[in-house]
């Protein structure tokens, strides 16, 4: 079975430019999320997905972030425009079932895409 | 709020010797744990997880202990090997919080042969 698929693995672009990332789930997941990993720290959670509706976007700094999940598989996540402190690892991960108040389902992590912004 | 705090790395070992990686937490609620770790250039897989006090996860010779009293969830493996060398991070997620993990800062650990 195919895990969580990102793509591209390595992005360098000039500061003010625009950047987009792609994640593809596992088949069946209908949860979806978003991390920024940045050096020497933890994965940070930016938005979750159930299916194609955005039900955690928090921490999403929306002014320069949006993401979509159209039809409920894969996802887009969007700078525009890029500043240098968004050079990070951004992962995507995904899971089965909703995640209810009293229950937690594994999430299986794609490789991340390496952000450097110059 | 929630946090998680976990010893620095990198932690250097010998092949076969005894590795502990400390993590503390602060929840509100009653927090499910995780270890995760991180190879070099691949995602985070599950370790193990423990989902109530005094539970033990274990996995391919790691385990950990859910202590509550001393709110630690420490990893501990008796004999590490080459590959074990990896990113390991300690994370929480709370009841009412569908599932959001939170996550220290990660441990690196290096095993020389």
């Known amino acids: 079975e195919a895990g969580v698929v990102q793509s591209p693995r390595y992005k360098i672009i000039e500061k003010k430019q625009p950047v987009a990332f792609w994640c593809n789930p596992i088949?069946?997941?209908?949860?979806l999320y978003w991390y920024l990993q940045n050096l020497g720290q933890g994965p940070e959670l930016l938005i979750r997905?159930?299916?194609?509706?955005?039900?955690?976007d928090s921490q999403l700094p929306k002014d320069r972030f949006s993401a979509e999940r159209l039809k409920g598989v894969d996802s887009t996540l969007k700078i525009q425009p890029a500043e240098l402190g968004d050079s990070a690892v951004y992962l995507c991960?995904?899971?089965?079932?909703?995640?209810?108040?009293?229950?937690?389902?594994?999430?299986?992590f794609g490789p991340g895409t390496r952000l450097t912004v110059l | 709020g929630n946090s998680v705090t976990q010893m620095e790395g990198p932690v250097t070992l010998s092949e076969e010797a005894f590795l502990t990686i400390n993590c503390t937490y602060t929840?509100?609620?009653?927090?499910?744990l995780f270890w995760y770790v991180q190879y070099p250039g691949e995602g985070l897989q599950l370790l193990l997880k423990?989902?109530?006090?005094?539970d033990k996860g274990s996995n391919k010779g790691f385990e950990a202990t859910y202590r509550k009293e001393t709110t630690s969830f420490h990893l501990e493996k008796g004999s590490v090997q080459v590959s074990d060398s990896a990113v390991y991070f300690c994370?929480?997620?709370?009841?009412?919080?569908?599932?959001?993990?939170?996550f220290g800062a990660g441990t690196q650990v290096v095993v020389t042969p």
């Open positions: 994370a929480l997620t709370v009841t009412d919080s569908w599932g959001k993990l939170q």
């Open positions: 088949s069946g997941h209908n949860t």
């Open positions: 991960a995904s899971s089965s079932g909703t995640s209810g108040w009293s229950s937690y389902n594994e999430q299986f």
């Open positions: 929840a509100t609620g009653y927090p499910s």
């Open positions: 997905y159930e299916n194609e509706e955005a039900v955690d």
């Open positions: 423990a989902t109530k006090a005094d």
